[in-house]
């Protein structure tokens, strides 16, 4: 660019002062330029600071895949080296935690598995609590006390008839405390031979099952059977097999129950297990405490606040039992109930990881 010099003084003087201003000012433009540079710049280290630091967290909390994720991880759980491996299947729980999650545990041991055998069945009233009260003379019914339905105790007074012969009245009592499942009998109708009321207790009752005749080898009397239905449970032994009166293949095995609860009621269909084998097992893990993870069967043992899943191989089993081969050592302290809570909490941080 070429500038042209005035030679007039007054000229000169103003080129001079123009030049001047224009510097000032494209020194200050840059100035400015620069402080807004460094405006952003600033900006811009903040959010990535921010960024860092929320990365920082994620990995913290997450378990992102990085190593350095992996070093803070080890760190937290008091682990050397930065290897995942090392960290699969372990979470921390506090214990207050665990107490108010309901999580409690037992500690692996010998102990007895009993070999079972599956039998079906129902229950019904023991013929020895039912009487069936008749008219010692012929008479008239004079009186009727009771109705069908209606609780009674030993001695109580049901119902009167007189005598046709002696046209004495006498008492018709209850044998023994029970229900009156029937009522036959009328003021004024005659007595005839026919029952007039029946009793029945229903304090003890039976379960009765069916024994096929693949089955009869192993079903012998004294045998412990547990017997469920719904959400009620109760063990006895076997008292009876009788052959079947129907001409029908099985021989009915029948166990008593303890009813005076009243939850057994006649004609209730349940599920018997009956204990055919006993066998010792070194070592014994409760069947609550056994969960599914990552594609094996695994025991949730318990050191301090820390619960590891423990891959298991197992052997015999019973309805309460399993013995356990590898995995485990006697001592193991091991969670029984709720440690599908602890499944979940590690599925939880594996989902984590992989995102």
């Known amino acids: 660019m070429n500038i042209c010099i005035l030679k007039k003084k007054g000229s000169l003087g103003l080129v001079i002062g123009f030049v001047a201003l224009l510097t000032v000012s494209l020194v200050a433009n840059s100035e400015s330029d620069d402080h807004a540079q460094h405006g952003h710049e600033s900006h811009d280290h903040a959010k990535q600071d921010y960024e860092e630091h929320q990365g920082d967290d994620h990995e913290e909390h997450q378990g992102d895949d990085h190593e350095e994720g992996h070093e803070e991880e080890n760190e937290e759980h008091g682990h050397e080296g930065g290897?995942?491996?090392?960290?699969?299947?372990?979470?921390?729980?506090?214990d207050a935690m665990a107490s108010k999650a309901g999580i409690?545990?037992?500690?692996?041991g010998p102990g007895e598995i009993n070999k079972t055998l599956t039998v079906y069945g129902r229950v019904i009233a023991d013929p020895g609590r039912i009487s069936h009260i008749r008219a010692r003379f012929p008479g008239t019914i004079t009186q009727v006390n009771v109705s069908i339905g209606e609780r009674v105790e030993k001695g109580q007074k049901l119902a009167e008839v007189e005598s046709n012969e002696s046209l004495k009245r006498y008492v018709l009592k209850a044998p023994f405390s029970g229900i009156i499942t029937a009522r036959h009998a009328s003021q004024g109708e005659a007595t005839e031979e026919q029952a007039l009321f029946t009793v029945a207790n229903f304090d003890q009752v039976w379960a009765e099952f069916q024994i096929f005749p693949g089955q009869?080898?192993?079903?012998?009397?004294?045998?412990?059977?547990?017997?469920?239905?719904?959400s009620e449970q109760t063990t006895s032994t076997i008292k009876h097999l009788i052959p079947s009166d129907s001409g029908q293949p099985f021989v009915l095995a029948r166990a008593a129950i303890d009813n005076k609860q009243g939850r057994w009621t006649p004609g209730l269909l349940l599920q018997g297990l009956?204990?055919?084998?006993?066998?010792?097992?070194?070592?014994?893990?409760?069947?609550?405490?056994l969960q599914t993870f990552e594609n094996r069967t695994v025991v949730f043992v318990k050191e301090g606040e820390r619960y590891e899943a423990r891959p298991v191989t197992l052997g015999r089993s019973d309805s309460r039992f399993t013995e356990v081969l590898d995995g485990l050592k006697p001592g193991d302290e091991y969670v029984v109930i709720n440690s599908y809570l602890i499944k979940a909490d590690l599925e939880k941080s594996g989902a984590s990881h992989d995102h």
């Open 83 to 94: 290897d995942l491996e090392d960290q699969e299947g372990v979470v921390e729980i506090a």
């Open 216 to 230: 009869m080898s192993r079903i012998a009397l004294g045998q412990p059977v547990t017997m469920s239905v719904e």
């Open 104 to 108: 409690s545990t037992a500690v692996a």
């Open 274 to 289: 009956v204990s055919v084998e006993q066998v010792q097992a070194s070592l014994r893990v409760d069947n609550r405490s």
